[in-house]
């Protein structure tokens, strides 16, 4: 039986969500705390899938896929939104413009705006804090040691991805020719 060849933007956007899919399966690894994909495979689905409403459902449907092994949180709401947001400014700023430079200008920009809205969600809601700027501050100041490992987490699977991408492309070029629909 024939089987007729994929046409090549299928083929990247399987290329593309396998990658993606990959990096979050990668969240059940042993790895220190916070140091994961969740905001690499935002950025690179943003930058390469192409239309925004992939660019947040693949990363998020592989992050549920993780989150089925790893369990269910009150904070994932918070988590799955921030990183939809990092996605669709992902989208719209790197999209067509992918370097060095704003991959890792926009990583750091992603993660710092998860740690800001995650944190605030925790002072928030957990009950550790007082509610008094006092608390909010004392929320963000323990959470920084967790910082410097997602900001590790976010070069290295960002190095990871983009740099599989790029090898992929110059390998096979007719894969990476055509954007993702």
Known sequence: MLVAPLAPARLQWIVLSA????AALSRLLPHPPNFSPIEATALFAGAWLGSRWLAMGV??????VSDVVLGFHSGMPVVYG?????????????????????VA??????????????????????????M????LLACYVAAIPFFHNQLAGVAVYS??????WALIARRWPDVA?????
Do not use: C, E, K, Q
């Open 82 to 102: 921030a990183m939809a947001a990092i996605a669709v400014a992902a989208h719209f700023g790197l999209r067509g413009r992918v370097s060095v430079g704003r």
């Open 132 to 135: 008094s700027l006092d608390g």
């Open 59 to 64: 990363p998020l449907a592989a992050m549920l």
């Open 159 to 164: 190095t990871v991805l983009f740099g599989a």
């Open 19 to 22: 990658l993606v899919l990959a």
């Open 105 to 130: 200008l926009f990583g750091v920009g992603g993660a710092l705006f998860f740690f800001i809205v995650t944190n605030f969600a925790v002072w928030l809601r957990s009950g550790m804090y007082p």
């Open 177 to 181: 020719g055509v954007r993702a629909a």
